[in-house]
């Protein structure tokens, strides 16, 4: 394995991060080929944190831009401050000054809102951008993010071109409730969180909830991975497993039991049909055959 | 600047994915190449995942690069014959055309094929949208069952104003417009620049927004008198409006989309003679179910999904009642297209059926022209 990649393990697994090879190794490219990354997974497995990692491991600012529907330029890159103008021109009407001079002040810096595109090409140092379930913003906006990432411009028409000095470090993620655009993805790189095996589960549950009976971790390690296999609604990510085992902790349970479950269920089983068949497949076989490791 | 060998290793690299329908762009290979810079070559897993972060773009495509991978690490370290042999079958999508009436093929294809060949013929300009003189009555009422080929050019236009219907979805985005709406600061102060004063004022509305269709076409052997006719309207459908998936099922599911993008009828009947179990028995359940696993992420809110289907179901009808209520929920509305009710005899009992009719939101004949002009009437969400 590459030096540097071991590095950015070794440096992932310092910022909280339990990692693996596929993931150092496509930041290490993102970061050597100065390109996006495009995350993609079920909900979940800790996609978005990528992104927070790679900041603290960089010691750089994170600029977070969420989509949703109907997102647009205005939202994402900039957008005149019209109340603050207006009031400005109101407040000096009576001094008669230059329409010119009036336009050029109320065209400035002052009274521009930096929205999180524009904020992450004018930082100092190379701050890391994420683009948070870009799935979630239409394909209008797809096509206006290609255009800034291209070459890191933009172009003001009061103010003038903008270059960044120091492009950021881009990472996107899609929870693949829409399909995006291939010219979207052929100029990301492209990375495929899976749910995680049992043990960097184990090691994500050891290392997340501090004070977590080894025994307790390892019994929702297993848990969690034959769960995954029966076929749910709502299969349950990582999250759920960090917020079902520190529910755990907190009950200072030190192994799964059937009443245990049962009353915690609600932290890892999020749709009413998926809890009524686990309910059922319990009451049949028990709860040992959840807690056996896979063939 | 990469190694020449390396370089020339991994173009012939990307030469295979794409024979094997990886659209792998220049830029990512020339990406890749300087990606392997950063890499350890000693480490196969290293090169492997480096690799795939840089020329696999979705999921699916990861089984193609990983069977494409392992073959060519073995033919890297034996010998270049076994390399020529690998990238020498060409690719179904460069097969050279089959004669028209090749033996063995199955009737319908026959059928389909002879159809391909009309659609061809006045294949001239651009195929879809062009007005015909006249339209008899007689035609709009008549069964599919009974329709020629050579009628179809009111069939193209029908489709044509479905898709225009589509197109008339609200969007979030808004847009400017003359008067009411909600206040553009934006531009209204832009306007007034001038004058010193906000006289006029400016407004925005939602933007209309595009539908996406979501087709999933009966194809087994009792829908067989019209599934040549509803393979015509996937296909003009899907040329007509851009955000179309189109699935066919029996047995399995197999998406057809791409299948359809073909530029002629005929290329797409060609194409679609790899789709299995064509004409087969049904069970709309389990292909519901695989829709769901593999698919769901097509349907949204603003997602109609339209099931051709005549409901005879050899599954599960519990199974089918399960899978549509879980694309029911996701999708702006559920239509359930069956040709056999344009027969003022028939009643949906089919198990299937009876099963998936309090699901649906519109269940309607797909029988002829007149009961596709009101399904068109139909499909604004």
Same mark, same amino acid.
């Given at each position: 394995?590459?030096?540097?990649?071991?590095?950015?393990?070794?440096?992932?697994?310092?910022?909280?991060?339990?990692?693996?090879?596929?993931?150092?190794?496509?930041?290490?490219?993102?970061?050597?080929?100065?390109?996006?990354?495009?995350?993609?997974?079920?909900?979940?497995?800790?996609?978005?944190?990528?992104?927070?990692?790679?900041?603290?491991?960089?010691?750089?600012?994170?600029?977070?831009?969420?989509?949703?529907?109907?997102?647009?330029?205005?939202?994402?890159?900039?957008?005149? *401050?019209?109340?603050?103008?207006?009031?400005?021109?109101?407040?000096?009407?009576?001094?008669?000054?230059?329409?010119?001079?009036?336009?050029?002040?109320?065209?400035?810096?002052?009274?521009?809102?930096?929205?999180?595109?524009?904020?992450?090409?004018?930082?100092?140092?190379?701050?890391?951008?994420?683009?948070?379930?870009? $799935?979630?913003?239409?394909?209008?906006?797809?096509?206006?993010?290609?255009?800034?990432?291209? $070459?890191?411009?933009?172009? &003001?028409?009061?103010?003038? /071109?903008?270059?960044?000095?120091?492009?950021?470090?881009? &990472?996107?993620?899609? *929870?693949?409730?829409?399909?995006?655009?291939?010219?979207?993805?052929?100029?990301?790189?492209?990375?495929?969180?899976?749910?995680?095996?049992?043990?960097?589960?184990?090691? &994500?549950?050891?290392?997340?909830?501090?004070?977590?009976?080894?025994?307790?971790?390892?019994?929702?390690?297993?848990?969690?991975?034959?769960?995954?296999?029966?076929?749910?609604?709502?299969?349950?990510?990582?999250?759920? /497993?960090?917020?079902?085992?520190?529910?755990?902790?907190?009950?200072?349970?030190?192994?799964?039991?059937? /009443?245990?479950?049962?009353?915690?269920?609600?932290?890892?089983?999020?749709?009413? $049909?998926?809890?009524?068949?686990?309910?059922?497949?319990?009451?049949?076989?028990?709860?040992?055959?959840?807690?056996?490791?896979?063939? | 600047?990469?190694?020449?060998?390396?370089?020339?290793?991994?173009?012939?690299?990307?030469?295979?994915?794409?024979?094997?329908?990886?659209?792998?762009?220049? %830029?990512?290979?020339?990406?890749?190449?300087?990606?392997?810079?950063?890499?350890?070559?000693?480490?196969?897993?290293?090169?492997?995942?480096?690799?795939?972060?840089?020329?696999?773009?979705?999921?699916?495509?990861?089984?193609?690069?990983?069977?494409?991978?392992?073959?060519?690490?073995?033919?890297?370290?034996?010998?270049?014959?076994?390399?020529?042999?690998?990238?020498?079958?060409?690719?179904?999508?460069?097969?050279?055309?089959?004669?028209?009436?090749?033996?063995?093929?199955?009737?319908?294809? #026959?059928?389909?094929?002879?159809?391909?060949?009309?659609?061809?013929? !006045?294949?001239?300009?651009?195929?879809?949208?062009?007005?015909?003189?006249?339209?008899?009555?007689? #035609?709009?009422?008549?069964?599919?069952?009974?329709?020629? =080929?050579?009628?179809? !050019?009111?069939?193209?236009?029908?489709?044509?104003?479905?898709?225009?219907?589509?197109?008339?979805?609200?969007?979030?985005? %808004? %847009?400017?417009?003359?008067?009411?709406?909600?206040?553009?600061?934006?531009?209204?102060?832009?306007?007034?620049?001038?004058?010193?004063?906000?006289?006029?004022?400016?407004?925005?509305?939602?933007?209309?927004?595009?539908?996406?269709?979501?087709?999933?076409? !009966?194809?087994?052997?009792?829908?067989?008198?019209?599934? @040549?006719?509803?393979?015509?309207?996937?296909?003009?459908?899907?040329?007509?409006?851009?955000?179309?998936?189109?699935?066919?099922?029996?047995?399995?599911?197999?998406?057809?989309?791409?299948?359809?993008?073909?530029?002629?009828?005929?290329?797409? #009947?060609?194409?679609?003679?790899?789709?299995?179990?064509?004409?087969?028995?049904?069970?709309?359940?389990?292909?519901?179910?695989?829709?769901?696993?593999?698919?769901?992420?097509?349907?949204?809110?603003?997602?109609?999904?339209?099931?051709?289907?005549?409901?005879?179901?050899?599954?599960?009808?519990?199974?089918? =009642?399960?899978?549509?209520? %879980?694309?029911?929920?996701?999708?702006?509305?559920?239509?359930?297209?069956?040709?056999?009710?344009?027969?003022?005899?028939?009643?949906?009992?089919?198990?299937?059926?009876?099963? =998936?009719?309090?699901?649906?939101?519109?269940?309607? =004949?797909?029988?002829?022209?007149?009961?596709? @002009?009101?399904?068109?009437?139909?499909?604004?969400?």
């Amino acid at each position: 394995m590459r030096e540097e990649i071991r590095k950015i393990q070794a440096l992932m697994e310092a910022a909280e991060y339990v990692t693996d090879a596929p993931v150092a190794t496509s930041v290490h490219l993102a970061l050597n080929l100065r390109k996006p990354l495009l995350i993609e997974g079920h909900a979940g497995v800790g996609k978005t944190e990528v992104a927070k990692v790679m900041a603290r491991m960089l010691e750089t600012n994170l600029i977070r831009l969420q989509c949703y529907e109907g997102l647009d330029a205005a939202a994402a890159l900039y957008e005149w *401050n019209y109340q603050k103008q207006l009031l400005h021109i109101k407040l000096h009407e009576t001094a008669h000054r230059a329409v010119d001079q009036e336009e050029h002040e109320i065209f400035s810096e002052p009274f521009l809102l930096k929205r999180p595109l524009l904020q992450a090409i004018t930082q100092e140092q190379s701050p890391v951008l994420l683009v948070d379930e870009v $799935d979630r913003a239409d394909e209008e906006f797809e096509a206006f993010m290609l255009e800034i990432f291209s $070459d890191w411009q933009v172009t &003001i028409p009061e103010i003038g /071109t903008i270059k960044a000095t120091h492009p950021p470090h881009v &990472i996107l993620t899609s *929870n693949r409730t829409r399909e995006l655009s291939d010219a979207l993805r052929r100029r990301c790189l492209y990375l495929w969180i899976d749910y995680p095996g049992f043990e960097k589960e184990v090691a &994500i549950v050891e290392r997340k909830v501090p004070g977590i009976n080894a025994r307790l971790a390892r019994e929702v390690g297993r848990f969690m991975e034959s769960l995954r296999r029966v076929r749910l609604a709502k299969v349950p990510g990582v999250a759920e /497993t960090l917020d079902w085992a520190t529910a755990l902790a907190g009950l200072h349970a030190d192994h799964l039991d059937e /009443t245990l479950v049962t009353e915690t269920l609600g932290c890892v089983l999020k749709d009413a $049909d998926d809890i009524k068949r686990f309910r059922a497949e319990v009451s049949k076989g028990g709860l040992s055959p959840f807690l056996q490791a896979s063939s | 600047m990469a190694d020449r060998s390396l370089t020339r290793a991994v173009v012939r690299f990307a030469t295979l994915l794409r024979r094997q329908s990886l659209p792998i762009t220049p %830029r990512q290979a020339i990406d890749a190449a300087r990606g392997l810079e950063h890499l350890d070559l000693g480490d196969r897993q290293e090169v492997y995942v480096g690799l795939r972060t840089l020329l696999v773009t979705r999921p699916e495509e990861v089984a193609i690069f990983d069977r494409c991978f392992e073959a060519f690490w073995r033919m890297r370290t034996e010998a270049d014959a076994v390399a020529e042999a690998l990238a020498g079958p060409s690719p179904p999508g460069e097969a050279p055309e089959p004669p028209v009436d090749s033996q063995g093929a199955r009737k319908e294809r #026959l059928e389909l094929e002879g159809w391909g060949d009309e659609e061809e013929a !006045d294949e001239g300009g651009e195929p879809l949208g062009v007005p015909v003189a006249s339209e008899a009555e007689a #035609l709009v009422t008549r069964d599919f069952s009974t329709f020629s =080929a050579d009628q179809l !050019d009111e069939l193209l236009r029908l489709t044509v104003q479905i898709a225009r219907r589509l197109a008339r979805r609200v969007s979030r985005r %808004r %847009r400017p417009v003359r008067r009411r709406g909600r206040l553009d600061l934006r531009r209204t102060l832009r306007a007034n620049l001038t004058r010193g004063e906000i006289i006029e004022l400016r407004y925005r509305q939602r933007k209309r927004r595009k539908v996406r269709l979501v087709l999933l076409c !009966d194809v087994s052997g009792s829908m067989d008198l019209y599934s @040549r006719f509803l393979l015509q309207f996937l296909f003009a459908l899907q040329h007509v409006f851009a955000r179309v998936e189109t699935f066919t099922f029996s047995v399995h599911l197999t998406r057809v989309t791409d299948y359809l993008r073909a530029r002629s009828y005929r290329e797409v #009947l060609r194409r679609l003679q790899d789709v299995r179990d064509w004409s087969g028995g049904t069970r709309i359940g389990e292909s519901l179910a695989e829709f769901n696993r593999r698919w769901t992420h097509l349907v949204d809110r603003r997602t109609i999904v339209i099931l051709l289907s005549d409901g005879w179901d050899t599954g599960d009808p519990e199974v089918l =009642a399960t899978e549509l209520l %879980r694309i029911k929920r996701r999708a702006g509305r559920v239509i359930w297209l069956n040709p056999l009710l344009g027969n003022p005899s028939y009643q949906p009992l089919t198990r299937g059926m009876a099963a =998936a009719l309090p699901l649906v939101d519109h269940f309607a =004949a797909a029988h002829n022209l007149a009961a596709l @002009r009101e399904l068109a009437d139909r499909l604004h969400l």
